[in-house]
């Protein structure tokens, strides 16, 4: 750990009164000693790690961490507050903060000596001595190793158990320790057996020190634990036969567990990441109690499931309801992605090859002519079409899937199919996918007969719950839908006659709320009804809803272009595509990024939406195609005015996407500090 940590990123006392301002300091450390070569952008990446789940541990500990790209080389800062601050560790503040800081492509080698540093965390003489000691070089030589932990005196808390021996950081290049011990030869004396998984979502600190404090608690009782960290360090397998000779199972967790499947037939204590760390002997005990009992837990059968960070179910019960849902939905939405990406790009190059009007072209398989043009861009439009028909069975299906594994995925493509079906759009698909995900983890709580678990997951919870889900999607939802969209067309009516700007506003708002759902269908309707007798009011209308609905995907584009930090690999990606969805009026190029965060990027394009939908109207512009995008430009009335009320549009959403998702969970600066990094993300954007 000779590189990670000087005398230089050392503060023994650190006046910091928030963890934002704690953050700050420490990071300005690693600043002058180029570690880190943008203040600004490595705190936002700090703070949106923060958001995913608080880095206090109990013991007066605190570890925010992230990878950044703005990281040139792993380093760590420590600091010591006489005061405390609040990381949101269940028993208070923290005096002993490590600032962790890894590259985006941090080596194994790296990361594994972090993983070291997380696991000597959990030795009360190791953070009894930081506490002592009185000069920054030997406080940095103590976290690196280099001198063993003066003896303090201090007995260990109690109900504490005593300090296992823990793993000395070990040079780069060697092995993380993944294992506690492996299992004795059976016999009457043999001790009781846990096999454990822990991972969290950066895969730095919470996944090591979940499995050293299993660990040292097992030792403390008497009970084999062996440990299988799925983090950034490696994920190197359990034996098989390590986990057959297990008399239960511990997943301590934030991230999908991989290959799930390994553990079924086992008495399962399924957990967050912080309860492996906080109370690792109540774990063991309530195993212990369910393998008494003979209570075998229902691991649903299936493979690795979706890429880890990129969403996957974690039954992680001491998770944060907020946290499992967006773990949710963006299962649901990396798979999701392909589908717009590859049926918007199509949709969007048959306009460019015959226009609009390409829309109402008959079936390819029945009128096809090689040399005509026209004949490929119907082609590429109803290919793209049908790639789109896809869209919200896929995002139901595997939001569901993320929820409850493989036997979700037949309900919540069966709802998603129906949302489509009663015009519920993108919206109705979240909700299809949340209620099968939440049907099928019911089944699975079911006790059943032994003879029957092989069936379970292939035939009778599909079953059940593709029935349960459709009653509730046709009868539940459906209806309901319906009669909001008749009403709406009503109120739309009602309002032609009333103050052009105020209808502009709210055709825009309706446009960018469900992107593609009813509200989206009902005043796009209402738009194009208005060609089949067109007046000059008519035409207005029809620029301005198609105006409104470029905005989310332009804005989104725009959004991940110019802050790609606070933004997925995934959604970095989908908006480059997005770029030209919003051009072709295809809103929902916007959905994966509403699926994912819709309390933050709904709000942002609508508002966006409807500054354009206004602008439009007053500018007077017209459009007599009901569809097409800038490819139909030449058809527009005052078509200057018209691009420039999409861009002031554009520019609304995106400044508030990127103010709503970096002030995201921030925390009240009092007077004199200094600002959350989060704050100073939006106030830049």
């Not at 493509?413 to 209620?435: D, K, M, N, Q, S």
Request: aromatic share 6%; net charge negative; with cysteine.
């Amino acid at each position: 750990m000779s590189e990670l940590i000087t005398a230089e990123l050392v503060d023994l006392d650190l006046s910091a009164a928030t963890k934002d301002a704690a953050a700050r300091s420490l990071a300005e450390r690693m600043v002058a000693a180029h570690r880190v070569t943008d203040l600004d952008g490595f705190l936002a990446d700090v703070a949106a790690r923060e958001a995913q789940m608080p880095t206090g541990l109990d013991g007066g500990i605190g570890i925010p961490h992230c990878r950044s790209e703005h990281v040139s080389a792993p380093t760590l800062a420590f600091g010591r507050s006489a005061r405390g601050i609040d990381f949101g560790a269940a028993d208070g503040p923290a005096d002993l903060i490590f600032l962790i800081a890894a590259p985006a492509g941090a080596d194994d080698d790296h990361l594994t000596i972090l993983s070291g540093l997380a696991r000597r965390l959990m030795d009360p003489e190791f953070t009894a001595a930081l506490r002592a000691g009185d000069d920054p070089g030997t406080v940095a030589a103590l976290i690196r190793g280099e001198e063993p932990a003066p003896e303090t005196g201090a007995a260990p808390e109690a109900g504490t158990p005593e300090p296992a021996d823990v793993p000395e950081a070990k040079a780069p290049g060697a092995e993380a320790p993944e294992r506690a011990a492996s299992p004795t030869d059976d016999g009457d004396d043999a001790p009781f057996r846990i096999v454990a998984v822990t991972s969290c979502p950066t895969g730095i600190a919470h996944t090591y020190m979940a499995a050293e404090s299993l660990t040292a608690a097992g030792r403390a009782e008497g009970v084999e634990v062996t440990v299988e960290t799925q983090g950034s360090a490696g994920f190197s397998k359990l034996d098989p036969a390590v986990i057959a000779a297990a008399d239960a199972v511990i997943w301590a967790h934030d991230v999908e567990v991989l290959e799930k499947a390994r553990f079924r037939g086992k008495p399962l204590v399924d957990v967050g990441v912080k309860a492996g760390i906080n109370r690792p002997s109540e774990l063991i005990a309530e195993a212990r109690r369910k393998a008494e009992r003979g209570e075998i837990s229902a691991v649903p059968e299936g493979g690795d499931g979706p890429e880890a960070g990129d969403g996957g179910g974690s039954g992680a019960d001491g998770a944060h309801f907020g946290v499992r849902l967006r773990t949710y939905l963006m299962s649901g939405v990396s798979y999701m992605v392909p589908f717009v990406a590859a049926g918007g790009l199509l949709i969007a190059l048959s306009f460019a090859i015959g226009g609009y009007e390409i829309v109402d072209a008959k079936s390819v398989a029945d009128h096809f002519v090689w040399g005509q043009a026209d004949s490929w861009a119907a082609l590429l439009n109803q290919i793209g079409s049908a790639a789109f028909g896809f869209l919200v069975p896929v995002l139901a299906g595997y939001i569901a899937y993320g929820m409850a594994d493989r036997p979700a995925l037949v309900p919540g493509f069966v709802g998603g199919a129906i949302a489509l079906t009663v015009e519920a759009g993108f919206l109705g698909g979240l909700v299809a996918g949340l209620l099968a995900g939440a049907v099928v983890m019911a089944i699975q709580r079911v006790p059943v007969h032994p003879t029957l678990r092989g069936i379970m997951p292939v035939l009778v919870i599909p079953l059940i719950a593709s029935a349960v889900v459709g009653f509730l999607m046709f009868i539940v939802v459906g209806k309901p839908i319906a009669a909001l969209q008749g009403t709406l067309t009503d109120w739309l009516n009602g309002l032609s006659g009333s103050n052009a700007v105020i209808l502009g506003v709210v055709l825009g708002l309706m446009m960018c709320f469900d992107m593609g759902g009813p509200l989206n269908k009902v005043a796009y309707a209402f738009a194009v009804g208005g060609l089949a007798d067109p007046t000059d009011g008519s035409l207005k209308v029809m620029a301005a809803v198609m105006a409104a609905g470029m905005v989310p995907p332009l804005a989104l584009a725009l959004a991940t272009t110019v802050r790609k930090k606070l933004f997925t690999r995934t959604e970095r990606e989908n908006g480059r595509a997005a770029w030209v969805l919003g051009a072709s009026f295809i809103t929902e190029g916007a959905i994966p990024f509403a699926a994912a965060d819709p309390l933050r990027v709904i709000p942002s394009v609508m508002a966006g939406g409807a500054v354009t939908g206004a602008l439009s109207m007053a500018f007077g512009c017209t459009l007599r195609a009901p569809h097409g995008g800038i490819f139909v430009v030449p058809l527009i009335g005052e078509p200057f005015l018209y691009l420039l009320a999409i861009a002031a549009g554009t520019l609304v959403a995106t400044a508030l996407v990127v103010l709503l998702k970096g002030a995201r969970r921030t925390t009240a600066v009092p007077a004199g500090e200094a600002a959350a990094p989060e704050a100073r993300v939006g106030a830049t954007a």
